[in-house]
């Protein structure tokens, strides 16, 4: 392991960790698959026991042989880069979570095809921008029953790293894939291999969540939209179901991230 301490001058940090944006690094080896990074021990080592390929590492000195030291003895030799607290914080613009990044190398994606045999309840996100809510929701998917996540193309990256340390590495733990960017609505791709949509939306034809219609059906995908606006009105027509959560109080409707953890607890499959 070659441990290299900018603040001592001893080497040019890369240009992963400081000047290149998220997008830039997510084709950094176009053709092939770009690169991702992963913030703090907990979600490196989510990511590392996924498989992924470790490339370069940074951490403040302290956390080298602190709480970033079993990760970085998973890495290989990759190159590990240090330095005091304030110098890492000053090139890469942010204060670091537990202290610690690394660089990996992206794998193929599978196909939605691949993760829809393998499910039984989805949930399906549409043009959800804001990587917090993106993290948010696939740790609620993780943790409450759903089998799979899947995605349109102009979703925020779940591995973008916001997205990546919100989700407390289970992005690397529950199967995802983006949706095809078709003419045929999203549900009806879906219905095509046996699943029913329920658009999470307020209309005057909504059922609750609780109705047992929901809960008797084998194969349920719970779809979610975008922040404030919501679900496009083509994709509510093309569901099987509109669904709410009753509210209380006055309040009108929850976050997005809110209302995946309650809309997933409740339509989880029940299967022993």
């Known amino acids: 392991m070659d441990i290299i301490d900018i603040s001592k001058g001893e080497g ?15 084709h950094y080896y176009e053709p092939d698959e770009g690169i991702f990074i992963a913030e703090s021990p907990l979600v490196i080592g989510r990511a590392l026991d996924a498989g992924y390929e470790p490339l370069i590492f940074l951490a403040s000195r302290e956390d080298i042989s602190g709480q970033a030291a079993g990760v970085i003895a998973r890495c290989g030799d990759i190159p590990v880069y240090t330095g005091d607290e304030e ?9 670091l979570v537990r202290g610690a990044l690394c660089a990996f190398r992206r794998m193929k994606l599978p196909g939605y095809r691949e993760v829809l045999s393998v499910s039984s309840r989805l949930a399906v996100l549409e043009d959800v921008v804001n990587p917090t809510n993106i993290g948010a929701i696939i740790r609620s998917a993780a943790a409450l029953g759903m089998d799979a996540v899947l995605l349109t193309e102009k979703c925020s990256d779940p591995l973008y790293r916001r997205a990546s340390r919100v989700s ?6 529950i199967p995802w894939a983006y949706l095809p960017d078709s003419e045929i609505p999203f549900p009806e791709l879906l219905r095509e291999e046996g699943f029913a949509s329920a658009a999470m939306a307020l209309t005057d034809d909504s059922v609750s969540i609780d109705d047992e219609k929901l809960s008797s059906e084998k194969k349920l995908a719970v779809v979610l939209g975008t ?8 994709t509510i027509s093309a569901c099987d179901y509109t669904v709410k959560i009753p509210m209380f ?24």
């Open 12 to 26: 040019i940090l890369p240009p992963v960790f400081s000047k290149l944006s998220e997008p830039q690094l997510r």
């Open 87 to 95: 110098d890492v914080v000053d090139i890469t613009g942010f204060r």
């Open 168 to 173: 407390m590495g289970t992005v690397f733990q």
């Open 227 to 234: 922040e404030g606006e919501g679900l496009r009105s083509e």
């Open 249 to 272: 109080h006055g309040v009108d409707s929850l976050n997005v991230a809110a209302a995946s953890a309650v809309a997933f607890w409740q339509l989880r499959s029940r299967k022993e």
